[in-house]
């Protein structure tokens, strides 16, 4: 067993992106500033991004990309139940009604035939969630979304560094929400960004980002600006800092040789549990990607161990292996079972992945060695619980 704990995820920070934040406390923009527009260039230039907003976070993004789609009572969203509870409670919060399609067995992307299924005349927009990096069936969607007249958001939380038929993510036809929480594939703390060709939508967000508000902070006092300012809209306080924005600088050139690390620790745990009955490891689309491999989520065979799926993560703390929940599905939790009321059955896939699934160590500080303690842990979990 390990000696020291190996925490489920932990950021890579190197001296860049520490030079870059003190610099931006020496410098007197902490709030938003030059570095929030450099950042917000960097990331147009690596996604391929016509346009790009960056944000305090995924959920701000996602609020305001439903809010550009000015949702009326009784509009549908379809997403996706294997999701954190933003995607979901965003579209709430932005007044519509959410109906969620279940997803793929290996992959647990959302399956585009159940979308198809869920359409109705009330359907406003899809929001296909790129599970642990992976891209969702792009081309089937849009499909869908362009036969029906409806909009599509991706949730690309996990998905920054994916890439779909030779595209990165951030570069479709859509619009495209990204994360930078500590545990993803690259951080600014907190953070986001909304990614779209659409240049009406990108202005209109950018507004709401910042109370309305026709001018910024930056531009309005820095030495050739002027301190007047109108307000257009009722907006929010949605807005990414220059602190935020010195970390995302340095981790965007650094988010190839992230990803590149990741596959590496991916492939590991790919190969040593391919043997292994009681664990189902994650599936690889089939049609060209690159996949970001945000998380490493394999299912535990329950049904083969005498122990459920909450007691083979204490297990694996117990060994010194820290582990994550990505996700319990959404019609779990108590408050989206009162509000959705999904009927038993309806989502199947999901039900089995929720009751199965856990997200083991995988983050570029670590070493093969680890990734190795990890497996040897995971085997000796199920050696002491099988049936």
Known sequence: ?????????????????????????????????????????????????????????????????????????????????MTFAATVTMILQSGGTPVLADIQPGTLNIDPEKIRARITPRTKAIIPVHFAGQPCDMDAIFAIAAEHGIAVIEDAAHAIGTEYKGKRIGSLNSVSVFSFHPIKNITTGEGGMVATANEQMAEEISLMKFHGMNREAWKRYEASGTP??????????????????????????????????????AQIYQDAFAEVPEIATPSLVPYPHRHAWHLY????????????????????????IGTGLHFKAIHHHSYYQETLRIPAGELPVADYASERILSLPLFPLMTPDDARDVVAAVKDVIAANRR
């Open 228 to 265: 007047n300012y109108d307000i257009v809209l009722p907006g929010f306080k949605y807005n990414m800092m220059d602190l935020q924005a010195a970390l995302g600088l340095h981790q965007l050139d650094k988010l190839d040789g992230f990803i590149g690390k990741r596959q590496e620790l």
């Open 1 to 81: 067993m390990r000696e020291t704990f190996l925490p489920f995820s932990i950021p890579t920070i190197g001296d860049e992106e520490i030079n870059e934040v003190v610099d931006s406390l020496r410098s007197g923009w902490i709030t938003t500033g030059p570095k929030v527009k450099r950042f917000e260039e960097a990331f147009k230039s690596y996604t391929g991004a016509p346009f790009a907003v960056p944000l305090a976070s995924a959920t701000a993004g996602l609020h305001l990309a439903l809010l550009a789609l000015k949702l009326a009572p009784g509009d549908e969203v379809i997403t996706t139940p």
């Open 297 to 320: 989520t394999p299912l535990v065979r329950i049904e083969e161990l005498s122990i459920d799926r909450d007691r083979f993560m204490v297990e694996l703390k117990a060994r010194n």
